[in-house]
């Protein structure tokens, strides 16, 4: 079983920056797939930036240039700074954890930090 917990949401006002944290316990390896997501009122989830065993991050186009993903591997953390922060980055974000072996998948979700800013 594995565990997600966010950490470093909270007030800013347009322009400045907040570093998200998550710490994930459990059955953990380095080849798992940790996202970020986020979701606003009345909209659905989607996905903010992925680290993966690729050879870049991926990053959504509203984020690129502002925000930065980050893994240690070692502590199971991953974080995403956010920088330039605008209102529409509003939202309630969420860290998400994917393991896949042959013919087995496992998603799992941490319960949210709440990011919002003002103008």
């Known amino acids: 079983q594995v565990q997600l917990v966010e950490s470093g949401g909270g007030l800013v006002q347009a322009g400045g920056s907040l570093r998200l944290s998550c710490a994930a316990s459990?059955?953990?390896?380095?080849?798992?797939?940790m996202s970020w997501y986020r979701q606003a009122p009345g909209k659905h989830r989607e996905l903010v930036a992925r680290?993966?065993?690729?050879?870049?991050?991926y990053y959504d186009d509203s984020v690129k240039g502002r925000f930065t993903i980050s893994r240690d591997n070692a502590k199971n953390i991953i974080d995403l700074q956010m920088n330039s922060l605008k209102p529409e980055d509003t939202a309630v974000y969420y860290c998400?954890?994917?393991?896949?072996?042959?013919?087995?998948?496992?998603?799992?979700w941490g319960h949210g930090t709440q990011v919002t800013v003002s103008s």
């Open positions: 459990g059955s953990i390896s380095s080849s798992d797939t």
């Open positions: 998400n954890l994917v393991q896949v072996w042959p013919g087995w998948r496992a998603e799992y």
């Open positions: 680290y993966s065993s690729g050879p870049s991050p």
